[in-house]
């Protein structure tokens, strides 16, 4: 009987978490700089319904085609896995963990406080 209180219990909070914003970010826009191979990288990150939802580079300087790469497959790469640690684009490294960096740093005031 036990078992069985506890695991309706255990759905009825799952579904109540599920609710609502259920993202890990307040909504809104948030800028970030990290230091890229170049100079600074500052991106804007946007957030909806809880969730990274777009991410804009406004500046940078890194090595055009060298880094051209990074700045189209990493902002893409963390929106679709919801996390800012992805696989660094190979050639690009420096620039790709600048980027995720930057990301990483906007999203710091962000995160829900539990």
């Given at each position: 009987m036990?078992a ?5 219990l ?6 109540l ?6 993202g890990k970010?307040v ?6 700089t990290a230091?890229g191979?170049?100079g ?5 990150v ?8 777009a991410?804009?580079v406004?500046?940078?300087g890194e090595s ?17 896995a ?5 696989e660094?684009v190979s050639?690009?490294s420096?620039?790709?963990?600048a ?5 990483s ?10």
């Open positions: 036990k069985i209180v506890f695991g309706v255990g759905a009825f909070l799952l579904t978490g599920s609710c609502g914003n259920g970010y909504d809104g826009s948030y800028q970030g230091e191979v170049h600074p990288i500052t991106v804007e946007s957030v909806k319904g809880g969730k990274i939802a991410i804009d406004l500046s940078e055009e085609g060298v880094a051209d790469l990074a700045f189209e497959r990493i902002p893409q790469a963390i929106i679709k919801q996390d800012t640690e992805v660094a050639g690009a420096s620039s790709s963990r980027i995720m960096d930057a990301v740093l906007a999203l710091e005031p962000a995160i829900k406080q539990k």
